[in-house]
C-alpha cells in the first residue's frame, strides 16, 4: 500500500555505502527526511521519533533497478510476483521488459503496478499488441511471428497515454519470438521509439535475424539485451575475440545489458567479454515464471555471478544503479544525491561458497553470495 504523507525520518546508520553517482565508496550514514535523502555523512544525528538502522557490515546502494523483469503476474504466464521478488532482491524498481503490450498495459498497470507501491514498476511497451501472450514450458508462441499483431499506431497512442510510466519499446527478434519474420519487427520498434523519443530494447535469439542486423540498426542509448549470450548470435568468435560489429555497436553509444533468463547468458561469452576489457553497461537478471528458480533468480544473484567473474563490487553496483537509471532516462534514480535519492538497498556479502549456473549449463563455484537484508523506499523502511 502506498505510504502516508506524515513527514518522516530513516536513518541508516555506519553502512558502508556505494554509490558510483557521486563516487562513494566508505562507511557513512544516510539520512532519509520527508521523501528524500537529506545527508550523508560520519556521526549524522536524527530526530527522537526516527526510524534508527544499524547497517554496520551491510552494504548500503542507491536502490537497485533492474532493468529487464517480468512481472505481469497474474496477467501473463510469464509473470512473477513483483513484491515477493523486490523483497527477495532488495530491489527498488522493476523495469518490466515487454509483458504488456498496447492491448493490455491498462490492466497491467491497474492490477499490479499501482497495487505494488510505493514499489516502483517501470514498463517497456512491447511493440506488440498483446505483449509476450504465449511463455511457459508447454505453449510457446512469438509474439512478433504475426505481423498483424504489430500495430505501430496502438502502440504509439497507448505509450503516450502512459507516458508517466512508460520508458521505452521493447521488441523480440529471433525465430523464437518473430519466426521468420527477421528485422521487420525491429524497423518497427525503432520507428515508434523515434516518435515517441524513447529508447528500444531489443532481444535476439535465433537466425533470422543475425546480429549484425540487429546491431546496425540501433541507435545511441538504445538497449541490447542478453549483450553476452551464447551462440547462435553471439558477441563473440569461437576463439574469444569479440566481432567487429559488436565494438561499431559500443562505440556507437549502444547500452549493452546483460537479461540473464533461462538461456541468455553464459560464463564462458562473459570471460571473453571481461577479457577483452568490455565491460556489460547495465547487469539485469531477467527473470520470468521459467528462471526464477535458476540460473537467473534475482538480480542480487545475477550481480553476485558478475563480482565472482572478475568484476568489482563498486562496478556491478554502478551496472544496477545510476548505468540502468540513465539507460530508462531517470536521472533521479540509482543515487543517493541529497535533495535527489529516495530508495536504498541494503544486503551483506557474505563469505561463503556459493554455485552458480550460467544459460549454457556450465556451473562455477563462488566463494562469496549476496544476502538481502533491506530497503528504503521513498525515504521509508520497507
Same mark, same amino acid.
Given at each position: 500500500m502506498p505510504f502516508s504523507n506524515v513527514p518522516h525520518e530513516v536513518l541508516l546508520r555506519q553502512g558502508h555505502v556505494i554509490?558510483?553517482? =557521486?563516487?562513494l565508496d566508505q562507511v557513512q550514514d544516510v539520512r532519509f527526511l520527508n521523501g528524500v535523502v537529506a545527508e550523508i555523512g560520519l556521526n549524522l544525528t536524527a530526530g527522537v521519533d526516527a526510524d534508527v538502522r544499524n547497517v554496520a557490515g551491510m552494504i548500503v546502494t542507491p536502490g537497485l533497478i533492474d532493468l529487464h523483469t517480468h512481472v505481469y503476474w497474474g496477467g501473463t504466464s510469464i509473470g512473477v510476483d513483483p513484491i515477493a521478488l523486490?523483497? =527477495?532482491?532488495?530491489?527498488?524498481?522493476?523495469?518490466d521488459a515487454g509483458t504488456s503490450g498496447a492491448g493490455n498495459l491498462l490492466g497491467f498497470r491497474k492490477h499490479v503496478i499501482e497495487p505494488s507501491a510505493p514499489l516502483r514498476i517501470l514498463p517497456l511497451l512491447n511493440i506488440s499488441f498483446p505483449g509476450i501472450f504465449a511463455f511457459? $514450458?508447454?505453449? $510457446? %508462441? /512469438?509474439?512478433?511471428?504475426? #505481423? $498483424? #499483431? #504489430?500495430?505501430m499506431n496502438s502502440c504509439i497512442s497507448v505509450a503516450r497515454e502512459h507516458a508517466d510510466l512508460v520508458v521505452g519499446i521493447k521488441v523480440r527478434v529471433g525465430r523464437g519470438s518473430s519466426g521468420t519474420r527477421g528485422v521487420a519487427p525491429l524497423d518497427m520498434a *525503432?520507428?515508434?521509439?523515434?516518435?515517441? /523519443? #524513447?529508447?528500444? %530494447?531489443?532481444? *535476439?535469439?535465433? *537466425?533470422? &535475424?543475425?546480429r549484425t542486423e540487429v546491431l546496425s540498426r540501433l541507435r545511441k542509448g538504445d538497449i541490447?539485451?542478453?549483450?553476452?549470450? &551464447?551462440? &547462435?548470435?553471439?558477441?563473440?568468435? &569461437?576463439? /574469444?575475440?569479440? $566481432?567487429g560489429e559488436v565494438q561499431?555497436?559500443?562505440?556507437? /553509444?549502444?547500452?549493452?545489458d546483460i537479461g540473464h533468463g533461462g538461456g541468455s547468458c553464459s560464463f564462458a561469452t562473459s570471460r571473453a567479454m571481461l577479457k577483452a576489457g568490455i565491460q556489460p553497461d547495465v547487469i539485469s537478471s531477467d527473470v520470468h515464471l521459467l528462471s526464477a528458480n535458476g540460473p537467473a533468480i534475482d538480480l542480487l544473484h545475477t550481480l553476485a555471478k558478475f563480482h565472482v567473474l572478475g568484476m568489482s563490487l563498486y562496478d556491478v553496483v554502478a551496472c544496477a544503479t545510476v548505468n540502468a537509471a540513465r539507460a530508462i532516462r531517470r536521472p533521479a534514480l540509482g543515487t543517493l544525491k541529497p535533495g535527489v535519492g529516495a530508495d536504498a538497498s541494503i544486503f551483506k556479502v557474505l563469505d561463503q561458497p556459493t554455485l552458480y549456473k550460467d544459460a549454457a549449463g556450465e556451473s562455477l563455484l563462488g566463494d562469496i553470495r549476496f544476502e538481502a537484508q533491506g530497503l528504503v523506499l521513498a525515504g521509508r523502511w520497507w
Open positions: 554509490d558510483p553517482s =557521486q563516487g523486490a523483497r =527477495q532482491s532488495s530491489t527498488a524498481t522493476l523495469v511457459s $514450458r508447454t505453449v $510457446r %508462441m /512469438g509474439e512478433c511471428e504475426d #505481423l $498483424r #499483431l #504489430l500495430d *525503432i520507428e515508434v521509439a523515434e516518435v515517441l /523519443g #524513447l529508447p528500444v %530494447m531489443a532481444h *535476439i535469439d535465433y *537466425i533470422p &535475424p543475425t541490447l539485451t542478453h549483450c553476452f549470450k &551464447p551462440p &547462435p548470435n553471439a558477441p563473440t568468435t &569461437p576463439a /574469444g575475440a569479440v $566481432r561499431d555497436a559500443l562505440d556507437r /553509444g549502444v547500452i549493452f
